[in-house]
């Protein structure tokens, strides 16, 4: 349900919105991190040399990130020394998920709709993730996390929370509290 609430609001599927329009900004740079993406990784492909080239395509692509920038992102994210030389089908699931934010962290956005994003990994991984995001976007930019990690979410420190029910979302302008995560 929560998955599929964030491919109908990224516009993957249009007959999932059942009322109403989903109108996108010309201005919009979407950023998207699945749960799934970090297995999408093309195995035989080395870590940095995904992640530099999915940072240098597209539209909203840089041609200017390095090699070295790329690694030093990826450092940030737990993945320092050779691990970055090294080919996906080597690396541990954790470290798949690292690859696939550092893709996800140097592509410019406005927008971020991350799925799950601490599946995967290690505290202070996830910490680091929150930190970046806790002060990311000003005025300018946006954040819609599905998440089951209630320490994350804290810790990111969320202005709106979106509650789905009966096939609707429901917004609303207020922190994370205890009833969000009763079942």
């Excluded at 329009?21 to 998207?32: A, F, S, T, Y």
């Excluded at 041609?63 to 050779?82: S, V």
């Excluded at 680091?128 to 300018?140: C, V």
Aim: with cysteine; proline share 2%; net charge negative.
């Amino acid at each position: 349900g929560k998955s599929t609430l964030l491919k109908a609001l990224r516009g993957n599927v249009p007959s999932m919105i059942q009322d109403g329009d989903r109108i996108e900004n010309d201005r919009l740079k979407l950023g998207v991190f699945t749960q799934d993406l970090a297995q999408e990784l093309d195995k035989e492909a080395r870590a940095v040399n995904l992640v530099t080239s999915y940072a240098r395509e597209g539209a909203d692509g840089d041609i200017n990130i390095t090699d070295e920038t790329a690694r030093n992102i990826m450092g940030r994210l737990g993945l320092g020394g050779e691990k970055p030389m090294r080919k996906i089908e080597a690396l541990s699931g954790g470290e798949k998920a690292r690859v696939a934010l550092s893709m996800f962290a140097l592509k410019a956005s406005n927008l971020l709709m991350l799925d799950e994003p601490s599946n995967h990994l290690d505290v202070g991984c996830i910490q680091g993730l929150a930190n970046a995001l806790s002060g990311w976007g000003g005025k300018d930019g946006a954040i819609a996390v599905i998440s089951h990690d209630r320490e994350f979410c804290e810790k990111v420190g969320f202005t709106h929370v979106g509650t789905v029910m009966d096939g609707k979302l429901a917004l609303e302008q207020r922190p994370v509290q205890d009833s969000d995560w009763i079942q």
